[in-house]
Structure formats: structure tokens, C-alpha cells
């Protein structure tokens, strides 16, 4: 005869008491977890502990997207990349290799930015970046618009030099307008930026896959005359990715000490990456794209690297983010068998300078 005034105990009655093996972190699904990182690598936010750690890679958000000049959405980025994946990356059948055993890798979450504000938003990108770049480490940055390309690897050059950074980027567009109607720090303008400061030198700019409608003849005879190098999406038609990629990297090496790379995912097809900002039907396959990155990587002294203008609300099944997701994982299991093989993958900066405990780097400046 049972109590009827006795405390129920649902644990037992519906078998909620077995002894489950319990997870933790990395472990646990990549869906779960309060903080959501990269991959689920430790979430390390403070610069001290960052420097002290010394990682190989480490992952920045740079959710920015006041510099769009058509569709918007793209400061979702960093979230919807973090989280498309059904797997932390344990093994690259790719490659051969399980990544993570070999390479250090942290994410220090996003930079400090703030909506309406692009302005301390490229403030904020430059000084997290900076932090990380001077550590050592190899910045992975997620965008975010392009315009965050400008303070990102503008932060690579500065902690680098005097060693010289060149870029290797993928677009549909060229990015090297002078003002997007007006204005200097917009999505269409970020590679002028970076050569007119002189943080990269023209001569050591190769763009890959640009198709379309913009820029006008105007733009690319500036190109032109700074030296750029660049490879139409009609090169790869006829040539295919492969030849196209092996002039990319021989061009690449071709007077940088080391490469940043800028993954802009509107050089895939719409089909391949619907959500984004500024859609130009076609572009790369995924496939190629992923293949070109750890082609490259696996040759060239990556600096850096972003991937931007993901706009998760006009994504369908998370197609675009988890492209994107593997840009930056394919990009880190090339890293991790450049380690495996002896090359160098941290940079050991000449005059690194650890920031204070809580302060960003040049937090005296005139920031908002
Ligand atoms: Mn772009």
C-alpha cells in the first residue's frame, strides 16, 4: 500500500537516476554550453592570461556590420560561425591529422563593439586583434563585415613589423574603392585603407575570384598602378581553381614575409553561400574554396586570416556559416600539420609589449 503523503521520487520511477557518464568541456555537444566558443576551445577573454598562454591560433569575433552598402546582418556572424558545426574538429580525414593534438588553439571571444558606432567598432577590432597578434599567435578573425579587414590586418602589419605582411583574397569584389558614397571606412573601401596607411604593400595583394559588376575600370587602373594582382572568376573558368590557386601562392611568396588571408564568403556562389550581404551569382564552389585554403596554407606563413560578410538572416540551413566555420577549421588543420611537420607557426614578435590586466592595447587612445 502506497503513501500517499510521501515525497514522489520521479528520478527512480522514470529511470532519471542511472549513473550517466558526465562531460565536460571540451567534450560536451557542440551545441551546448553557456559561453559558445570556437570549437569548443577554452574561452580565453583577458590579454594577460592570453599572453601567458601562448597559443598557436587564436579565434576573434568582430560582429561589425555598419560598413554594409546593401544587406545587413552581418554582426550575426560570429555567433551563427561559432555554432554551425556539428563537430569540434577532432580529426581532418582531409588532411590526415587531428588538429587540436598539435595546435594550440583558444577563442578570445569578440571584440568590445557597440551598434551605430563603426568608428570605435574599427577601434576595438584593432586593439583585440593587436593583443592577440603580439602574443604570437595567429589571429582567426569572424566577421563582421569587410570593413573589419582594414583595423584587423592592420593590426597583423603593425605587431609583424618589420617584417612585411601580404594579403591573399577571396571576393566576388575587389574592395579597393576609394569611399562607398562618401564614406572611407565602408565594406568596399577596406583594401585601399590598408595600402594607402602602408600597412600592406600593392605589390603584395593577390585577389582571387572577383566577378560582377563593381568596381568600375577607374578602380582597377588605381589597382593597377599600386601594383595589385588579381584573378578574375573568368581565369578560374577557363583555367580552374587549381592552376589559378598555384599562380596565387607563387605570387603570394613573391615579396611578403608572411600572408594574411581574407575569405570573403560572397566569392562562393549564392548557391554555396546564400547568406550574405552582397550575393554575386557565379562564384567558387565551397569545395574549392576550402581546398584553396589548405593549399595555401600549407605553403605560406599565414599571419592572419578573417572571414567575413556572413549575414545569418538570409542564410537557409546554416549553409553559409558552417562554409565559413570550415574556412577557419581547414585553415587551422593545415596550421596544425605545418606544426606536426617542424615549420614555424607562431611569430615571436621583436618588441612584444604584454598589456595591462584589463586594458586593451592603446587604451589611452581617443577611443568611444
Ligand atoms: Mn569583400
Known sequence: MTDE????????LNGWDRPYEVFHRPEVPAYTGV????????????????????????????????GVSYRPGARFGPRAIRQASYTHGGYSLQLDISPFE????????????????I????AMVFRKVLEVARTGAIPIVLGGDHSITWPSASAVA??????SVGIVHFDAHADTANDDWGVLAGHGTPMRRLIE????????????????YWPPPAVFAWMKEHGLRWHLMREIEERGAEAVIDDAIAEALDGAD??????????????????TGT?????????????????????????????????????????TAAAAHRCALEAISALAVRKRDGLPVRFTPSDATPPEAGQGVRATGAGG
Do not use: W
Open 5 to 12: 503523503h510521501a515525497r514522489p521520487d520521479f528520478a527512480q
Open 35 to 66: 559561453t559558445l566558443s570556437f570549437c569548443n576551445r577554452p574561452l580565453v577573454e583577458d590579454p594577460v592570461e592570453l599572453a601567458r598562454k601562448a597559443p598557436d591560433v587564436v579565434i576573434v569575433g568582430a560582429p561589425v556590420d555598419e
Open 102 to 117: 598539435h595546435l594550440s588553439v583558444v577563442d578570445a571571444g569578440d571584440a568590445n563593439v557597440a551598434p551605430g558606432a
Open 119 to 122: 568608428d570605435r567598432g574599427h
Open 158 to 163: 603593425e605587431a609583424r613589423h618589420p617584417h
Open 197 to 212: 596607411s602602408g600597412a600592406i604593400d600593392g605589390r603584395n595583394f593577390v585577389q582571387v575570384g572577383l566577378r560582377g
Open 258 to 275: 608572411a600572408i594574411y588571408l581574407s575569405i570573403d564568403i560572397d566569392v562562393l556562389d549564392p548557391g554555396n553561400a546564400p547568406g
Open 279 to 319: 550575393p554575386e551569382p557565379g562564384g567558387m564552389l565551397t569545395r574549392e574554396l576550402l581546398r584553396a585554403i589548405r593549399r595555401i596554407v600549407g605553403k605560406v606563413p599565414l599571419a592572419g586570416m578573417d572571414i567575413v560578410e556572413v549575414s545569418p538572416p538570409y542564410d537557409h540551413a546554416d549553409i
